[in-house]
């Protein structure tokens, strides 16, 4: 509850969401490409990867939004 206010009392407003979503989503999306590259040997792998690469795009469009919406 308290760290609920203190981000309300913080001013987050869209831009700076937006910078923590794209920041969010790389890490998710470095981890699921490393899932894929060292855990998985299968065609699993290639499935981790390619969802990682989506992660990217996706962080790539929130970076866009950044300051026009």
Known sequence: MKFAKI???????KN???SWATFIM??????????????????????????GIGFFAIAWVFNALKGRV
């Open 7 to 13: 981000l309300i009392d913080s001013k987050m407003n």
């Open 16 to 18: 700076t969401v937006l």
């Open 26 to 51: 790389i890490f998710v999306g470095l981890a699921l490409i490393a899932l894929g590259a060292f855990r998985y040997d299968d065609v699993a792998g290639w499935g981790f990867a390619s969802v």
